[in-house]
Every structure is written in structure tokens, then in C-alpha cells.
């Protein structure tokens, strides 16, 4: 019975590993290439003049307070100009357990952009779960499988390089005043990693009976 119900689990739901390119969270047109996430780590000073230019004055303070509160921390950052002008660092560095139940080469994707309401700006945090599977049923069931967070929220979007379902994590508040501040920062990292592991334990159990 438990030999069963494990080659169910294997069949429903399945993890993504070491597939960066094709199940990447940074949106890419078709004649853009993927750039590894070791390249942006290694080239951000010279990514960083294109990654600010034409941005607004509040939105660059931003992401220059998200740099030093970054380096403060050690995190191996990587700065992206093309794919959406995010900063992109290993998932692992925040979230221990997407090690254990993802691959090194999860990202987390951090952007200030303006939010909704066109009145301010928004700080959100976001990632591509590391499970898949073919059949949008079975991704749509884990989905609501999948624990209710506080603060984060979970959703389903089209993966727009094999047209496949991702299970995405995404935490953003808005900063009123527009301002990011390292308090801040920190805090939406602990909630991200503890949300995070709740998401992973729950759906490591994904599907029962």
C-alpha cells in the first residue's frame, strides 16, 4: 500500500531539478537568451549602469537600499536588466528547505515596481515552487492542496517557455511611503522563509491517500 501510494506521488506531482532555462521565473521575449544566474552574480557591476537607466528616483532609491541591505547580508545577488529589471539570488539563501526539496538552482526573484493603483510602489519577493507536472489538473489540485498563508500568496501562472502551469510563491507590500527601509527587508525575508517551508512540508505530502 505505501509502494502504491508513493509511485502515485511520483506520477501526480513531480520536482523540478536543474531545468533552470526552461522553468525560469525571469519572463524572457524568444530572441532573448537566458542568462545563468552565475553570470549576473559575476557581471553586476557591469549589468548595473543599464539595470538603472531611466528609472524613476524613488524606485532607484529603492533597489539601492535593497543592494546594500543584500550585500550587508553576504547574499550572492545577481542584477538583471533584461528580464524585467529584477535582482535575482539563489533560493537557498533565503529558504534552507528549498535546498532540501528543490535544487541549488532555484531563484528568488526581488523587484520594486509600481504597484497597482499607479499611486506608489510595491516590494515583493517571488518564486517558482519546484514541483510540476503535466497535467494542469493535478497542479490546480495542488494548488488547493497547498497551505493558506498569512502574508504570501500562492497562484498558478502559464510558464511562457513550455507553456506548463507554475505553482509561484509571490510576498509584496506596498511602501507608503515609498520608501524600502533594512527593517523592512529583513522582515519580508523571514516571513518569505518560514511561509515557504510551511508550503514545502505541506505539499511534500502532496497527494494523500
Known amino acids: 500500500m505505501t509502494k502504491d501510494k508513493d509511485e502515485r506521488k511520483r506520477s501526480h506531482l513531480k520536482l523540478v531539478v536543474n531545468n533552470q532555462e526552461i522553468r525560469s521565473g525571469r519572463p524572457s521575449a524568444a530572441e532573448q ?3 545563468p544566474l552565475e553570470e549576473l552574480i559575476a557581471n553586476r557591476d557591469l549589468f548595473r549602469p543599464a539595470f538603472y537607466r531611466g528609472m524613476g528616483r524613488l524606485q532607484t532609491k529603492g533597489y539601492q537600499t535593497l ?4 550585500a550587508g547580508r553576504g547574499a550572492p545577488y545577481g542584477i538583471d536588466p533584461i528580464h524585467g529589471k529584477v535582482l535575482v539570488l539563489p533560493a537557498g539563501n533565503v529558504s534552507p528547505e528549498s535546498l532540501e526539496f ?4 532555484d531563484e528568488l526573484l526581488l523587484s520594486i515596481s509600481e504597484d497597482a493603483g499607479g ?3 510595491c516590494f515583493s519577493l ?12 493535478v497542479m490546480e489540485e495542488a494548488l488547493l492542496f497547498a497551505p493558506v498563508l498569512q502574508y504570501g500568496a500562492l497562484f498558478l501562472e502559464e510558464n511562457p517557455h513550455d507553456g506548463m502551469l507554475d505553482l509561484i510563491y509571490r510576498l509584496a507590500v506596498p ?6 527601509t533594512t527593517r523592512l527587508a529583513e522582515r ?15 505539499l511534500s505530502d502532496y497527494p494523500e491517500g
Open 67 to 70: 543592494e546594500r541591505f543584500l
Open 188 to 202: 519580508m525575508f523571514s516571513i518569505f522563509s518560514f511561509e515557504l517551508k510551511e508550503t514545502f512540508l505541506a
Open 175 to 180: 511602501l507608503f511611503p515609498p520608501l524600502l
Open 33 to 35: 537568451e537566458f542568462v
Open 102 to 105: 528543490g535544487s541549488p538552482q
Open 119 to 121: 499611486s506608489g510602489l
Open 126 to 137: 517571488e518564486m517558482i515552487l519546484p514541483y510540476f507536472s503535466e497535467d494542469d489538473a
